[in-house]
């Protein structure tokens, strides 16, 4: 397989002359991978080596190198504090580069004591554009069976992908949640990653979750949480121009790995829009400094768009998914007109025969073609 270039591998050696550079995303989507490219001469060291452990407490790195890569170690309790002084007495020769599987924003460990020393990047599945631009919908198609985690998508196979994903979450749930939070039942966890796998697309109830799992909807919503920051899930709200009404509104629930989703080939499709969407916004965010936002929208007459997304505090795009229509949506015509986005309205179809747009600007497009344009 040749190298991939993913998205923000320019962003990355840009950063890296300047901070530290905290590179955070779902496990085994290529952040390791993608460091060791970066330069020549590294040094690597994983927190959850014991060798490694003891060569970190000692601060007994390369120095002699181009850079060091720190994986995992958000899970050293005082981390951000400890590698604040390191850039405070050492600065970045060599370069520092920190990588990690659970949201490191947002981790318990350690207080906020990096301000002004580093930089955030993500780095979440591949992407039709990063795969082959050439060929759009071939690449859209094998994503949609085995999902756009390099091991399975590249593997094509129906078998390798399954032991794949089983081996993925078993060590998400048995190891990387252990080490976030002191989680017993486990099992009610996976049969909640049963449960939102067939919901995907859909509004979640946490009354009708906490019934079907016999937990309350706090454990729910703090199971969900849990699902966030390991990167299984994540959580689209309702847009509002008033976004706190739109907070107390059920969300959807959309997977970092599309493979995972079992409510058909809808919602297979429209997870693969998301996690594209996502992607982006947060491009847009860590690379550029932009405010961004991904919502869906809905109505009490149910008009209901898929997907909005939001450009520094302005409506940007409406997205609509489908499957196979040749019919605009009313909904979007609808919220085109009412809302009138900044940058238009689009209804992006997987099997379409021929692309259109009304004389308001309201776009029908190929779906592969859509997310091939999308700066991911």
Known sequence: MDILDRTIKSALNEFLQEKIVLLTGPRQVGKTTLAKQLRSKFDYLNFDESTHRSILSKKEWKRDTDLVIFDEIHKMRGWKRWLKGIYDTEGVKPQILVTGSARMDTYRKGGDSLAGRHYLLHLLPLSVREVDQTQPQKVLDQMLIHGSFPEPFFKNSDRASKLWRKSHLDVILREDLLDLENVKNIKGMELLIDLLAQRVGSTLSYASLAKDLEVSPHTIKHWIAILSSLYIVFVVTPYSKQISKAIVKEPKIYFYDTGRVTAGEAARVENTVAIHLLKR??????????????????????????????????????????????????????????LNPLKGAVQAVYHLDRERQTESGLKMVLLSTFLNSLET
Not at 283 to 311: C, S
Not at 319 to 326: A, G, H, L
């Open 281 to 338: 916004a947060l491009f847009l965010q860590d690379v550029n400094g932009e405010e961004t936002g991904l919502f869906y929208l809905k109505d009490k007459e149910k008009r209901e768009i898929d997907f909005v997304t939001v450009l520094n505090h302005k409506l940007e795009y409406l997205i609509e998914v489908k499957t196979s229509d040749n019919s605009f949506s009313n909904s979007l015509i609808y919220y085109q007109q009412k």
